[in-house]
């Protein structure tokens, strides 16, 4: 049955944090949504509208005791989440990805990117795992990309290393609690038409294989999918979210097939 779910990173009126909240909404779960701005609360606002029991708030969840009293309030409030969707990280509006080559990325820039991108998702992760490991049930599907996991893009150091090392950390984390009745999955989105999304990579959607980028909402039906009863077998995994683009190996080729 449907309980309470966990959504971080859902401030934005087009990213895949809200509109990953919305698919589990209409799942039928109660939704604790998290960012690190008060709009976070407007987001609530306009599930609520929709006929969804959601509930906003913010944290920064690179600071463990800020994550310790999200869980307090949301213990409180709702009660402990049975799925957690781990979508923090860079790339948002409010908290744009800087592009540095490795050669010239200060080591503050470095920790930013690790903390920003992984250490959110294992902060709120360890938090969540004991209600989940006492009720015997869970779903954790963490938000990774597929910079790093599949392919790289120069300036992205930071960015990269801590979007790999979410894949590590869903792999460590579903081989410890899988005889808990827990999962944990990974996502990796590629080309995506959220608000954050910039004109150089809207061009790259173009020219991706589908011709187009993807959207929130089809990255967020993946995610809905791996927080259900029905991928109870299903742990460990990444699943990337691209339209094929990992499949080109010479980007040179592509006017031969989109002309056909």
Same mark, same amino acid.
């Given at each position: 049955?449907?309980?309470?779910?966990?959504?971080?990173?859902?401030?934005?009126?087009?990213?895949?944090?809200?509109?990953?909240?919305?698919?589990?909404?209409?799942?039928?779960? !109660?939704?604790?949504?998290?960012?690190?701005?008060?709009?976070?609360?407007?987001?609530?606002?306009?599930?609520?509208?929709?006929?969804?029991?959601?509930?906003?708030?913010?944290?920064?969840?690179?600071?463990?005791?800020?994550?310790? !009293?999200?869980?307090?309030?949301?213990?409180?409030?709702?009660? @402990?989440?049975?799925?957690?969707?781990?979508?923090?990280?860079?790339?948002?509006?409010?908290?744009?990805?800087?592009?540095?080559?490795?050669?010239?990325?200060? +080591?503050?820039? =470095?920790?930013?990117?690790?903390?920003?991108?992984?250490?959110?998702?294992?902060?709120?992760?360890? !938090?969540?795992?004991?209600?989940?490991?006492?009720?015997?049930?869970?779903?954790?599907?963490?938000?990774?990309?597929?910079?790093?996991?599949?392919?790289?893009?120069?300036?992205?150091?930071?960015?990269?290393?801590?979007?790999?090392? @979410?894949?590590?950390?869903?792999?460590?984390?579903?081989?410890?609690?899988?005889?808990?009745?827990?999962?944990?999955?990974?996502?990796?989105?590629? =080309?995506?038409?959220?608000?954050?999304?910039?004109?150089?990579?809207?061009?790259?959607?173009?020219?991706? +294989?589908?011709?187009?980028?993807?959207? +929130?909402?089809?990255?967020?039906?993946?995610?809905?999918?791996?927080?259900?009863?029905?991928?109870?077998?299903?742990?460990?995994?990444?699943?990337?979210?691209?339209?094929?683009?990992?499949?080109?190996?010479?980007?040179?080729?592509?006017?031969? =097939?989109?002309?056909?």
């Amino acid at each position: 049955m449907p309980g309470v779910a966990l959504v971080t990173g859902a401030g934005s009126p087009g990213g895949i944090g809200i509109a990953t909240a919305r698919a589990l909404g209409e799942a039928g779960h !109660r939704l604790a949504i998290v960012s690190t701005t008060t709009r976070i609360h407007d987001r609530a606002h306009q599930l609520r509208e929709l006929g969804i029991d959601a509930q906003g708030f913010v944290a920064d969840l690179t600071d463990e005791r800020a994550v310790d !009293r999200l869980f307090t309030e949301l213990e409180a409030i709702l009660g @402990m989440p049975e799925v957690v969707v781990n979508n923090a990280g860079m790339g948002s509006i409010t908290n744009p990805e800087s592009y540095e080559l490795a050669v010239v990325t200060t +080591p503050a820039a =470095w920790r930013h990117a690790l903390e920003t991108n992984v250490t959110t998702a294992f902060l709120v992760t360890r !938090r969540a795992l004991p209600s989940m490991i006492a009720h015997h049930w869970g779903r954790i599907v963490n938000v990774a990309s597929t910079t790093g996991v599949v392919q790289v893009n120069p300036g992205e150091v930071g960015y990269a290393a801590g979007k790999a090392a @979410m894949v590590g950390l869903t792999k460590a984390v579903a081989l410890e609690n899988a005889r808990h009745g827990i999962t944990c999955n990974a996502l990796a989105p590629g =080309w995506i038409a959220s608000l954050a999304q910039t004109e150089e990579e809207r061009r790259h959607g173009l020219a991706s +294989p589908m011709g187009r980028s993807g959207t +929130p909402e089809e990255v967020a039906a993946a995610a809905a999918f791996l927080a259900s009863e029905q991928a109870s077998f299903i742990t460990g995994h990444t699943l990337v979210v691209d339209g094929g683009n990992r499949l080109m190996e010479g980007l040179s080729g592509y006017e031969f =097939w989109r002309n056909e």
